[in-house]
């Protein structure tokens, strides 16, 4: 036993094993933070969606910036029925 923790004065070759160890751990606790804590909450981060505010659609964003004043009538008009075109109508015949 005292061959392997003395080889030739130094450390033996079973030092090269503690970095395949600790890459073990590392990667078993992150496999266990991912499966329970981190899928709980919806990641480390949240995703991309999330961060986004709530009403942030186009057409949300176009009314916004109509009522805000950024935009006249015409150019409120003219992009809104090339939105409708693209994204559709929330309700048929309803009011935008």
């Given at each position: ?17 503690f970095p ?5 751990v ?14 709980a ?30 935009i006249d ?24």
């Amino acid at each position: 036993m005292q061959t392997l923790a003395n080889w030739d004065g130094g450390p033996g070759p079973w030092i090269l094993f503690f970095p395949l160890i600790w890459a073990v751990v590392v990667t078993g606790a992150v496999t266990v933070l991912r499966r329970t804590l981190w899928r709980a909450r919806g990641g480390p981060w949240p995703p991309l969606d999330a961060r986004r505010p709530a009403g942030d659609s186009p057409l949300a964003v176009l009314g916004r910036r109509f009522a805000s004043g950024d935009i006249d009538e015409d150019e409120y008009w003219r992009r809104l029925s090339v939105l409708e075109e693209q994204f559709g109508r929330a309700r048929k015949g309803g009011a935008a």
